[in-house]
């Protein structure tokens, strides 16, 4: 595997909203094209984007569409009761005509394309990357299943495309609806019927996660992905001297604070979206020390490489770690 280099400074975009239509009773789909005309970073399937919103907000959003489709980003974005400020402006201030700063495409979540089958679990909003990677495969003519589940069908987002795929050829698409069903997707079942060859992905709520995870012990770890959508709301408990080697500085991260905490209160400017350790916008090259990993991007492989940390939850477990900032 060859060294992991520090990612290069992305130059921002400028969006504007071209449409808003409803794919499910609180899920709207958005398609932003770029406000200047000019080109818009190539990416790949599974991939996100991190928008800028109002309220100094930035939200990490899955694009939907295939890579193949140059001239927009589609988003999907659910009205989370919840919601932190994010979905909440976009079901409800949004309009056909804004613009919006962005971040380019970044993956972690990729798609390995020359897989000898493919097989998808998603949950939820959990289709959004999925459907963008089984528009790739269906572009290069590589087979593919899907497991789909909702709590009912109204909530289910982008049905329309997901029977066109399954009326195209038939077998492929497996929808799965809570209150149809009287229980929930059988997913240690399902999982147990896909050949041990195949990449596997899922893509929900923790709980299906963790059910999936669990599933898929048996299989090659390269063979398993997933993406999660919330974090650990881990962080670090040791204090530890943080060091950027390129600037020159160091500082002291305190038991329970994160690395991008302290470096933001120096005046240190770091990309950032998620803040919970779930989109990869902060990771980091490591130069020396070993991580305390408290994200939910890195793969287990990664983690023990000590090569990669994301600075917005995880920590040290030595007195000093140097990063390549």
């Known amino acids: ?38 080109p818009l970073p190539p990416f790949t399937a599974g991939a996100h984007i991190n928008l800028k919103l109002p309220g100094d907000l930035s939200r990490s959003y899955s694009l ?15 009205r989370d009761a919840a919601s932190r400020g994010g979905s909440a402006y976009i079901a409800e201030r949004l309009q056909v005509g804004d ?48 497991f789909y589940a909702a709590r009912s069908r109204a909530s289910a987002a982008f049905l329309d495309a997901l029977d066109r795929l399954e009326a195209h050829q038939p077998g492929r698409v497996h929808l799965h609806f809570d209150d149809e069903a009287g229980r929930v997707m059988p997913l240690l079942k399902l999982a147990m019927t896909i050949p041990k060859a195949a990449h596997l ?12 995870k669990a599933s898929a012990g048996w299989r090659p770890p390269e063979h398993v992905h997933v993406e999660h959508f919330s974090g650990t709301n881990a962080r670090p ?11 020159g500085k160091e500082f002291h991260v305190p038991a329970g604070q994160s690395i991008m905490d302290v470096l933001e209160a120096n005046g240190i400017a770091v990309a950032h979206s998620c803040r919970e350790g779930v989109c990869g ?19 287990a492989r990664e983690k023990d490489s000590n090569r990669l940390i994301m600075i917005c939850c995880s920590g040290a477990k030595t007195d000093r770690l140097v990063l390549d900032i």
């Not at 939907?64 to 988003?75: A, H, K, L, Q, S």
């Not at 992905?201 to 999936?212: A, H, L, N, Q, R």
Request: proline share 7%; with cysteine; net charge negative.
């Open 64 to 78: 939907t569409n295939g890579p193949e489709m140059r001239d927009r980003y589609v988003i999907a974005v659910n």
């Open 201 to 212: 992905y899922c893509c929900g709520p923790s709980k299906m996660i963790e059910t999936f």
């Open 281 to 299: 916008t902060c990771e980091t090259v490591v130069l020396e020390g070993t991580c305390d990993h408290k994200d939910n991007v890195l793969s």
């Open 1 to 38: 595997m060859a060294e992991p280099q520090a990612r290069a400074v992305a130059q921002p975009l400028t969006l504007r909203v071209d449409a808003i239509r409803m794919v499910a009773e609180s899920v709207r789909a958005v398609e932003l094209v770029s406000a200047d005309g000019a």
């Open 237 to 247: 408990t040791e204090a530890f001297t943080v060091v950027l080697k390129r600037q």
């Open 99 to 146: 613009v919006l700063p962005a971040d380019p495409p970044h993956n972690s979540f990729p798609l390995f394309e020359d897989a000898e089958r493919s097989a998808f679990f998603a949950g939820g909003i959990g289709i959004t990357p999925i459907l963008a990677m089984i528009r790739r495969l269906e572009a290069l003519g590589r087979p593919w299943s899907l």
